[in-house]
C-alpha cells in the first residue's frame, strides 16, 4: 500500500468516521480503522459492532494498493495537527505503515485486514427514499429525549416508523417524550418500525447536509444510511417499543401561551437556585401571569421570576425538572410555545404555536409531583 | 480563606438520654445496646453511661463482656426514636448559630462559624452559648471543640470529656496536637499505630517531624494525609445535611451462620423492615447498601445504585440479591446489615410517563403497611423462593 493525500482531505474522512470508535473496548482491534485501498479510492472503516461507518476519500498518487489497520487515535490526532500540506504512506511487509512529509518521518505499527471485523450486509433489504433534511430535522427534535438508562434498552434509541401517508419519529425516557411526524410522506409497501440507537442518529446528524435525499436500507437487523461517500451501518434495538399513544393526552384543555426566549431566560436563572439533585422549579400559574420559582433548602437559597402570558383557567401550582423544561424548549422554532395542562399529576403537552407545513410536533413533560407543604 | 470550626459532641448521648427520661437511672451504671442475655447474648454495646464506663465498659464491645464486668448495670435496648427525636432537637439549635451544619451521626456535628462572629460573637462564645443551650434545654452534656479545621476540632471536643470545653487557636495547632498520641488522628487503625511504635514513633509531635517523602514510602498515599494531619493540616469542608442520608437495619444473628438460604432470608426481612421504615417516613433512596460482618470481626460493605426512586422491600432485595449473589461465602457470618441511601422526600418526585412503578408487588407492601401500622411491625413478611429470588 502506498499512496499520497492532502492533510485537508484525509482529516476530513477520519472526522467522519471518529465517532464510531469505541474510546475503550474490550476488543482492542475496534480502537483501529481500516485503510482500505483499491481502485484508486481510499475507503476508511471504523466500528464498534453496533454502529459502522465507511467513508470514501480520493488520494492524490496511488502507487500501490493494499489494506491495513491502524490505531485510531494516534493517527488522527497526528494527521490533525499537521498543516495543510501532503502526506505519503507507505506500508512495509511487515505491516508498518510509514508516514512521510516535509515536517519528518513517522511509523506505526499496523494490524493486518483479516482480524477487523467486516461490514455486515443485510439480507432482505428494502429501500426506501427519503428528504436530508427531513431526516436531519426529525433526528434533530427526537434525540434529546433518548433515554441512556440500561434498564430499559428498548429507549435507548429513536423509533422510526415508516407508514404509508406518514414518516414519523418518537423517543422517550419515561419522564419526557418527543413525536414528530411528516404528514407529506407516501410509502406503498408494508410499514416498517425500528428502533435506532442513539449513537447511529447522532452520527447520521452530522452526515445528514447538503444532498437532497438519502437511501435508507432495511432488513430486520440492521439499517443502512447510504450517503453519497459515506456508507453508515447499525444495529436496530431489540425489543418493544412502548405504546406511546396511550400516554399521549387528549384532554389537556387549559392552555399557557408564553414567549419561548423569555421563559428559557427565567428557568434557566431561577434553576440556579433549584436543589442539584432534583432540579426541581414550580410553575405557579394564575390568570395571565407565571411566577417560575425554586427553593434548595440545602444551601437555603431561592429565586422567583414573574412573566406575562396568556392564560385564561384556573391557577395550578405544577412542578418539573428544569433541566427537562429547558430540553423541551430548545427544540421550538417559534417565538411562543404552547403549553397544554390538565392538571399538577398528569403529562404536560407542549408544541410551538403553529407547526410547519405537513408536520405535527409535540412534546411531554410529565410533572415532578409537589409535596403537601 | 482561614476557617474556624465547632465540633459538638453529645457525652454518652444514647445512656445519658436514658438516664434523663428515667432519674431512677442518675449515677447509675447504665448500658444501652444488644440484649446481654445473662451474658449469653450477642451483638455489642451502642453506649455506655460515664458510670459504666468505670467498669471498663465501652461502646463497640461485646455485649457478652460487658455483663460480665458489670452484671448489675441497668442494660437498657436502643431507643432509635427517642434519640432521633432528641437529636433533632439539638442539631435545631446548633442551626441557630450557623447555615453549614454538618451531622455525623445522632450525637455529633460539625459547624463552620467562619465570618459568623459580627452575628454571634466569636467562635468561643458561640461554643458556650451552644452548650448552655443545650443543658437548659435538652437537659445533656455536650463537649464542644473549636479549632481552624474539622480534624483538630475533634480532637479538641474529645479531649476533656465529659462537658468539655476545648478552643485551640490557629498559631497553637502543633503545640496543641504535639504531645497527644497518634491514634488520635483520622487514618490511624491499630495496624499503622503498630507500624510507627517500630518506627519509635508514638505521639502525632514525633509523627509531624517525619519528613513528608519518608511518610509517603512508609505508608504509601496515607502516609502524605498523616503527614498533613500530623502538621495540623485538613481542608475538608463541613457539608451541611439536613435530612437523614440512609435509613438501615442491621442483624447480629445469635449464631454465626453460613447457609446461604438462611442468609438470603434474613436479608430479605431487613429489606423488608427498611422499605417499611422508608414508607412510614415518607421517604424514596436511591441506593442499598448490603453489610457482612464475617466470624473473625471484617466487614464488607457493597452497594448498587439504581437510576429511579426505590422504597418497596422486594425492590431493595433485587439489588441486596444482585450484591449477595457475586459474594464468595467464605466464613461464617456474624451480622448483615441493609440499608438505603440518597433519601428524598417521597411526595416529591419525578411522575413516570408509563406509570410502572405501580405494580402489583406495590399493591402487596401497601397491604402490608396498613396490616403493620396496626398490629406491628413482625405480623407479616414476605416469604422466600428456594432460589433465594
Not at chain 1, 134 to 139: A, G, N, P, V
Not at chain 2, 214 to 234: E, H, M, N, P, R
Not at chain 2, 340 to 349: C, G, I
Amino acid at each position: 500500500m502506498k499512496f499520497s493525500i492532502l492533510q485537508n482531505d484525509l482529516i476530513n474522512a477520519l472526522q467522519i468516521i471518529s465517532g464510531v470508535v469505541p474510546t475503550r473496548s474490550t476488543t482492542p482491534i475496534l480502537e483501529n480503522i481500516l485503510f482500505d485501498l483499491e481502485n484508486g479510492i481510499l475507503k476508511i472503516t471504523a466500528t464498534d459492532l453496533e454502529v459502522s461507518i465507511t467513508t470514501e476519500v480520493s488520494p492524490q498518487e496511488v502507487d500501490k494498493h493494499g489494506s491495513i489497520a491502524l490505531p485510531a487515535k494516534v493517527l488522527t490526532e497526528m494527521i490533525r495537527s499537521l498543516p495543510e500540506i501532503p502526506i505519503h504512506f507507505n506500508l512495509d511487509e511487515n505491516n508498518r505503515m510509514k508516514i512521510t512529509t516535509d515536517k519528518g518521518i513517522y511509523q506505526i505499527a499496523g494490524i493486518s485486514k483479516e482480524n477487523f471485523p467486516e461490514m455486515p450486509l443485510l439480507s432482505n433489504e428494502r429501500t426506501v427514499e427519503v428528504s436530508s433534511a427531513m431526516l436531519s430535522r426529525m433526528f434533530s427534535k427526537t434525540i434529546f429525549a433518548v433515554s441512556s438508562e440500561e434498564l430499559r434498552p428498548a429507549l435507548m434509541g429513536v423509533f422510526m416508523q415508516i407508514m404509508s401517508d406518514e414518516f414519523r419519529m418518537v423517543s422517550t425516557d419515561g419522564h419526557r417524550l418527543a413525536k414528530i411526524a411528516d404528514k407529506s410522506f407516501r410509502y406503498d409497501e408494508n410499514p416498517i418500525q425500528m428502533i435506532i440507537p442513539s449513537k447511529a442518529v447522532q452520527i447520521a446528524l452530522k452526515n445528514l447536509n447538503g444532498e437532497d435525499t438519502i437511501k435508507l436500507v432495511i432488513d430486520d437487523n440492521g439499517f443502512r444510511f447510504n450517503f453519497p461517500k459515506t456508507i453508515l451501518y447499525t444495529r436496530l434495538v431489540e425489543g418493544e417499543y412502548p405504546d406511546y399513544e396511550r400516554v399521549i393526552p387528549r384532554d389537556n384543555d387549559k392552555q399557557l401561551t408564553v414567549n419561548r426566549n423569555l421563559l428559557v431566560s427565567s428557568v434557566r436563572r431561577v434553576s440556579l437556585f433549584s436543589s442539584v439533585l432534583t432540579h426541581q422549579i414550580r410553575f405557579s400559574i394564575k390568570p395571565d401571569k407565571l411566577i417560575v420559582c425554586s427553593e434548595d433548602i440545602d444551601i437555603g437559597g431561592e429565586a422567583r421570576e414573574e412573566l406575562d402570558v396568556e392564560y385564561k383557567e384556573e391557577p395550578m401550582e405544577i412542578g418539573y425538572n428544569a433541566q427537562y423544561v429547558l430540553d423541551i424548549l430548545k427544540q421550538i422554532d417559534t417565538e411562543d410555545v404552547i403549553f397544554l395542562l390538565k392538571s399538577p399529576v398528569r403529562a404536560t403537552l407542549v408544541t410551538p404555536m403553529t407547526q410547519g407545513k405537513e408536520e405535527s410536533f409535540l412534546m411531554l413533560i410529565m410533572p415532578i409531583k409537589l409535596g403537601s407543604s | 480563606m482561614e476557617r474556624t470550626i465547632i465540633h459538638v459532641d453529645m457525652d454518652a448521648f444514647y445512656a445519658t438520654v436514658e438516664q434523663r427520661d428515667n432519674p431512677d437511672f442518675l449515677g447509675k451504671p447504665v448500658i444501652v445496646g444488644a440484649n446481654p442475655r445473662h451474658g449469653r447474648g450477642r451483638g455489642v454495646v451502642s453506649t455506655a453511661s460515664y458510670e459504666a464506663r468505670k467498669y471498663g465498659i465501652h461502646s463497640a464491645q461485646p455485649i457478652s463482656q460487658a455483663y460480665r464486668l458489670c452484671p448489675n448495670g441497668i442494660f437498657l435496648p436502643v431507643r432509635g426514636k427517642r434519640y432521633v427525636h432528641v437529636s433533632r432537637a439539638i442539631m435545631a439549635i446548633l442551626r441557630e448559630y450557623s447555615p453549614v451544619v454538618e451531622t455525623v451521626s445522632l450525637d455529633e456535628a460539625f459547624l463552620d462559624v467562619t465570618g459568623t462572629e459580627r452575628l454571634f460573637g466569636h467562635a468561643e462564645e458561640i461554643g458556650k452559648q451552644m452548650k448552655v443551650r443545650i443543658k437548659e434545654q435538652e437537659r445533656l452534656t455536650a463537649s464542644v471543640g473549636i479549632g481552624p479545621n474539622k480534624l483538630v476540632a475533634k480532637i479538641a471536643s474529645d479531649l476533656k470529656k465529659p462537658d468539655g470545653f476545648v478552643v485551640v487557636g490557629r498559631e497553637e495547632v502543633r503545640q496543641f496536637l504535639s504531645p497527644l498520641p497518634v491514634s488520635r488522628l483520622w487514618g490511624i487503625g491499630k495496624k499503622t499505630e503498630e507500624k510507627l511504635a517500630n518506627l519509635g514513633i508514638t505521639t502525632i509531635g514525633e509523627l509531624a517531624l517525619l519528613s513528608k517523602k519518608t511518610s509517603q514510602d512508609c505508608f504509601g498515599k496515607l502516609g502524605v494525609v498523616l503527614w498533613q494531619y500530623a502538621q495540623g493540616i485538613d481542608d475538608s469542608p463541613v457539608i451541611s445535611s439536613r435530612e437523614a442520608k440512609s435509613i438501615s437495619n442491621e442483624l447480629t444473628f445469635q449464631k454465626d451462620v453460613t447457609d446461604i438460604q438462611v442468609l438470603r432470608e434474613t436479608l430479605l426481612q431487613l429489606s423488608e423492615k427498611v422499605g417499611y421504615r422508608l414508607r412510614s417516613q415518607n421517604m424514596v433512596g436511591r441506593t442499598v447498601t448490603l453489610k457482612i460482618r464475617w466470624s473473625d470481626f471484617s466487614t464488607y460493605i457493597r452497594h448498587k445504585t439504581y437510576p429511579k426512586s426505590i422504597f418497596m422491600g422486594d425492590t431493595i432485595y433485587a439489588g441486596i440479591f444482585a450484591l449477595i449473589e457475586n459474594i464468595d461465602i467464605h466464613q461464617p457470618v456474624r451480622l448483615l446489615g441493609v440499608g438505603v441511601t440518597q433519601l428524598s422526600r417521597a411526595d416529591e418526585h419525578q411522575m413516570e410517563l408509563f406509570g410502572i412503578e405501580n405494580g402489583k408487588s406495590q399493591i402487596v407492601d401497601e397491604t402490608m403497611d396498613r396490616i403493620k401500622n396496626k398490629f406491628g411491625e413482625k405480623i407479616i413478611g414476605r416469604g422466600l423462593h428456594q432460589s433465594g429470588r
